[in-house]
């Protein structure tokens, strides 16, 4: 094993890097966009954040406890400007507030005197809750959604597709806790809604990880990150592209075709609106490997949308054609 470190040069703001390479005369892109590196820098976001939590009977003991320890400390980094809401669901579901509501101490104190009242018991129905928490009234702040469990979902698509009909502007996060949650529908689920998915197999390591999770939310540097190119046209994933957060570059792949010259890169900063362009001729070429991580993510898509369709063959072909383009197993 190793451990390579690196620092980005210094910057106040969002800073973009960009690499390339050509794979059979076709053009391909990464971009890193940056964070600053101070975090004193990042101007604060107030946030919506809707915390859904497991609290089925499998539950029971150190998890509970584990999750009851996440919601106080949740609530304790709360700013004023904050809304927020707590969810927590087995056979049915329950809401602390009838919606999201400020952060003042009265509510955060009520907060905590339900969350150290929460009891594991009874099933795991997870659509329901996550409906609710992703159908509140859309407000300026940003809205968060942390959904944690330690249950397994069926139906995995009709419940994907749900989500992604009701999602809106929401970010959502999700944490498995343990062995039993069914990773690929919270990891599809969270790349949906532009978030991250967490799993905690160690129950003694969840206040460690969901703090650590719990810290960077409240760090959001860049929202609403797009990428357009002028010249041409370009493939870009991951699509939605996520939002950038403190010490975690977003990376970003493109495949661009002949007329491209530049990409504008553009995102919420704060209250305000950031901007920057990039001419490729300033990307350096690289060796070889940069093209991989785009085909990675167009064939991550190309499977999707074969589990959807009724032609899998056809999508089959398109996967393996990229694959054998880019050397991918």
Known sequence: DFILEWHEKESSTPAVNMWREQVNNEEYLLATVMPPRNDADIPYQPRELILVIDTSGSMAGDSMDAAIATLLDAIAGLHPEDSFNIIEFN???TTFFDSPQPATPENRAAAQRMAKRLRADGGTEMLPPLREALGYSNTNLLRQVVFITDGS???EHTVIESIRNTLGNARLFTVGIGTAPN???MRKVA???RGTFHTIPNVSQVNIKMSKLLRKLESPALTDLRVTVDGGTAEIMPEPIPDLYANEPVVIAAKLDSGVHTLNFSG????QEWHESVSINNAPHTGSGLSSVWAKQKIESLLDEQRASGHPEFY?????SIALDHQLL
């Open 91 to 93: 056979s049915d579901y």
């Open 183 to 185: 990773h690929w529908f």
């Open 153 to 155: 979902v069926g139906y």
């Open 268 to 271: 919420r900063w704060g209250d």
């Open 316 to 320: 089959r072909s398109l996967i393996t």
């Open 191 to 193: 790349a949906a809604g």
